[in-house]
C-alpha cells in the first residue's frame, strides 16, 4: 500500500563534488537482509514538517517470508545533510503501525541533499540502510 516515491522526479541536484547516495525509495540493508520501501509525506519533501514510512521487508531468497513486511522492528533514523556544514543531525524512533510499516515525524531545516540513514534492531546484530533525498525549499 505504499505509493511511489517522487524524490527521483525532483531534478538533478547541482554537482557539489560530494559523493551521494542515489535519491530512490527503495534500498536494500548493508547484509542484503532487509529490503527498505520510504514514503514520504509531502512528497516531494519540502523544507518543514514531514512525514515518513517505511515498509521493512526480508529478502529471503526462496523462502515463503521473501518480501513479506517484518513486524515486531525496532527502526531508529538519523538524518545529516553532509554538504552543509553546522546544520545539526536530527534522530526520530519509528513506531510501527497496524499496516505493517513503520512511522516517523521530523522536520527539514534546510532545502538540499540528505541522508536517512535507518538503523533496524536486532537480537543479534544491527543492520542498516540508508536513503538520499533531495528536500526542496518551502513555498
Do not use: K
Not at 505504499?2 to 559523493?19: H, K, N, Q, R, V
Not at 526520530?92 to 540528505?114: H, K, Q, R, V
Request: proline share 6%; charged share 20%; aromatic share 6%.
Amino acid at each position: 500500500m505504499l505509493l511511489a516515491l517522487s524524490m527521483i522526479a525532483c531534478g538533478t541536484p547541482e554537482d557539489t563534488g560530494a559523493a551521494r547516495l542515489p535519491l530512490t525509495s527503495e534500498v536494500d540493508s548493508i547484509t542484503g537482509r532487509y529490503h527498505l520501501v520510504l514514503e514520504l509525506d509531502p512528497d516531494p519533501a519540502t523544507v518543514g514538517s514531514q512525514s515518513g514510512w517505511i515498509g521493512l521487508s526480508e529478502n529471503v531468497e526462496g523462502a515463503p517470508v521473501d518480501g513479506a513486511l517484518v513486524a515486531g522492528g525496532n527502526l531508529t533514523g538519523t538524518l545529516t545533510a553532509p554538504e552543509e556544514q553546522g546544520v545539526d543531525a536530527l534522530s526520530m524512533t519509528f513506531t510501527e503501525d497496524p499496516l505493517g510499516t513503520y512511522g516517523a515525524s521530523w522536520d527539514w531545516t534546510i532545502d538540499g541533499y540528505w541522508e536517512l540513514r535507518i538503523v533496524i534492531g536486532e537480537v543479534t546484530e544491527d543492520d542498516v540502510a540508508t536513503f538520499g533525498v533531495l528536500v526542496e525549499p518551502a513555498d
